[in-house]
């Protein structure tokens, strides 16, 4: 059962995520559009359960299975009208790499065979799972409701019960489909992550540099371990940093279907944590400085304004106003207990900014939780800045992506006082890490290398590389190349 | 140097990048212990395969403990309306016995059964608990007399 509910739910992840990708026209190169397709269709498949509770629907294996293929069709209406038989001659099975690309995926494989494995092997283990998503989702599939037996058991110790539903989603239809602790899907997602950020990467950089970087992210003790521990935390990563990409990809083009895209995968990210709202917010005066600069219209600037907040923000009501208020038996509501009632008193804001700094990030818990990527980080940052004297403009927009992050979790930990420090705050700090890792990856010092990489690689025989004018790069690499030389 | 050898001597780069990175600092640390260590303990966890077996693995004493004293009600068809006062864990240290008491909802998740803790509002309904009395943890069962004593008890300690 087990296996062909895999084959299962990985083909229904890759289809809804290629019909959600198609819908919104983007377009990648293959294996990076397989890995974005996965990441979007396990957020997708998470709604199922959710969907059919809203409707009163009994939560079944066929039901489950009756709701994806639904969602799968729905989503590839358009894929399927204007399907062409031909252009399946022209898929490519196997993705083509350079045989020194060859030792860093073994490496990758190594590391993430061990997620994979201890993510099926073991049943959850986290708190905040068992006290919410994860026994919910158990006692769904004995009694075909999300609103089960749990809601009688004494809940005063917890509200993990009341968080939003992609974790306990994902454990039902994983469960309906043979794995007895479901929890497959959190390595599926890190694959998945790990393969994009390698090939966005690699569009950047030398892909001995991408693997390099790459290596360095996956080497983070902390993120690591959340890549087979289930909680909601490295998933909201993933999401937030696609939304961020598509947006600094759509300010790069100016096609709005990115922009469009970009709000879905941040709107996910909020459906994975309620407060990330607050951060995709933030994220809005980059959008307004990028409409001020192309002079885009203000109705254009209001709207797309509108849709980037709005879509996580349906989501949050959709769950709070909606299921939590409306379906949940009793007062459940936790969101007036919950804020900080005395916003006038700042000391709250800096004692979690100072503390994040001094204990999480640079303090006596930095090693065992980051290693050292945060000082390769500032080393590779700080040397750039004094040799290239200036920041790229791609890196600008990656510095804002940090800023975001860096000072609204302090935020965060200020409005919402459940949010502490060791857990909430100390697990925000994951969405820096892709952000750094492509920081690094548009730094000149790294630019330069990955030219002169290229161009010693592609050098005819008999002339020095440093005097080779034939240069075979990538297409986004090419142009600072260029520049550099 | 010939074109056709270049790749070759970046996957020699790729190569010593990676063993170098792997064996430095807390990153041999990291790769020893939450890798390698992962997939060595693969061949003895294929032998391991029954979920009620890695739930005990992983869960310990905590879902053993659990998982009895369910099984101890369910034998005496005393579970149906079974609620039990879970000691603190506070109470549980200054015993020195090695159980951590799971909280409400992570107990039914374990067993299937409801408990209660006796900070909570509804404390006064339990008819078990688990004591700690002759040097081992027991489940007692709760009545007009000794509800009160146990209850006072465990609100001396903190639960979490």
Redesign the interface.
């Known amino acids: 059962m087990a296996i062909a509910g895999f084959i299962f739910l990985i083909a229904a992840h890759y289809l809804c995520g290629a019909g959600l990708l198609a819908l919104f026209a983007i377009k990648l190169p293959s294996v990076k559009h397989n890995a974005l397709a996965i990441i979007a269709g396990i957020v997708v498949v998470s709604f199922v359960p959710f969907l059919l509770q809203l409707g009163y629907v009994p939560i079944t294996l066929t039901s489950v299975a009756a709701g994806i293929v639904v969602l799968c069709l729905l989503l590839n209406i358009t894929r399927i009208k204007n399907f062409n038989l031909a252009a399946l001659r022209d898929i490519r099975l196997l993705p083509r790499f350079k045989s020194y690309e060859v030792p860093f995926l073994i490496i990758f494989a190594f590391i993430l065979f061990s997620s994979i494995w201890r993510s099926f092997y073991f049943p959850p283990n986290a708190r905040d799972m068992l006290s919410g998503p994860e026994v919910i989702a158990e006692y769904t599939v004995k009694e075909h409701t999300m609103l089960n037996s749990v809601l009688s058991v004494n809940l005063e110790s917890t509200n993990n019960h009341l968080k939003p539903p992609f974790v306990s989603g994902l454990q039902i239809v994983y469960k309906f489909f043979g794995f007895e602790f479901g929890q497959v899907w959190v390595g599926i997602l890190a694959i998945a992550f790990c393969v994009f950020l390698y090939q966005s990467l690699r569009e950047r950089v030398h892909p001995v540099l991408a693997g390099t970087l790459t290596l360095l992210f996956l080497a983070i003790p902390e993120v690591y371990a959340y890549t087979y521990i289930m909680l909601f935390d490295y998933s909201n990563m993933v999401l937030f940093f696609i939304g961020v990409y598509f947006l600094f990809e759509y300010f790069k083009s100016g096609r709005r279907n990115e922009f469009y895209f970009a709000s879905v995968m941040l709107a996910f990210s909020v459906f994975v944590r309620l407060e990330t709202l607050v951060l995709v917010g933030m994220l809005l005066p980059a959008f307004w400085l990028y409409a001020v600069r192309k002079k885009v219209s203000l109705k254009h600037v209001a709207l797309q304004s509108i849709v980037m907040v709005g879509a996580g923000f349906i989501l949050y009501f959709l769950w709070l106003n909606v299921y939590v208020k409306h379906y949940m038996p009793g007062n459940l509501s936790v969101v007036a207990k919950d804020v900080n009632h005395n916003l006038s008193d700042l000391s709250p804001l800096f004692t979690r900014f100072s503390d994040m700094n001094g204990q999480l990030l640079f303090g006596k818990y930095a090693t065992a939780l980051w290693a050292y990527f945060i000082n390769i980080f500032l080393a590779v940052f700080i040397l750039d800045l004094i040799i290239s004297r200036k920041i790229s403009k791609e890196s600008r927009n990656w510095l804002y992506a940090v800023a975001v992050v860096y000072f609204g979790l302090p935020f965060l930990g200020y409005l919402l006082p459940l949010m502490d420090l060791m857990n909430t705050t100390k697990r925000g700090l994951f969405k820096l890490m892709p952000f750094l890792v492509l920081i690094m990856a548009n730094t000149g010092l790294l630019q330069r290398l990955s030219a002169k990489m290229y161009s010693w690689e592609t050098a005819p025989d008999s002339q020095p590389a440093n005097k080779a004018r034939t240069v075979k790069q990538p297409v986004k690499s090419r142009g600072k190349a260029k520049a550099t030389r | ?3 056709n050898s ?3 001597l ?2 020699v ?3 010593v ?2 063993v170098l ?2 064996n430095f ?3 041999k640390q ?2 020893d212990t ?2 390698v260590r ?2 060595s303990d ?1 061949s003895d ?1 294929l032998s391991y395969m029954d ?1 009620q077996e ?2 005990v ?3 310990g004493t905590s879902y053993i403990i659990s998982f009895n004293i369910a099984k101890s009600l369910q034998d005496r068809h005393m579970d149906t309306n079974a609620l039990i006062l879970m000691p603190p864990v506070e109470y549980m240290r200054k015993v020195k016995f090695n159980f951590t008491p ?5 107990f ?2 374990y067993t299937g059964m ?4 006796a900070t ?3 404390a006064e309904k339990a008819n078990f608990a688990i004591v700690y009395l002759d040097n081992d943890l027991q489940l007692v069962q709760l009545n007009d007399s000794n509800r009160t004593k146990v209850l006072s008890e465990f609100r001396q300690y903190k ?2």
């Open positions: 140097m010939n074109n270049r790749p070759l970046f996957a780069l790729s190569v990048i990676i990175f792997l600092g807390y990153y990291w790769f939450r890798v992962g997939v693969f966890q979920p890695r739930r693995i992983r869960w799971p909280e409400p909802a992570v039914y998740y409801h408990s209660i803790e909570r509002k509804d639960y979490y």
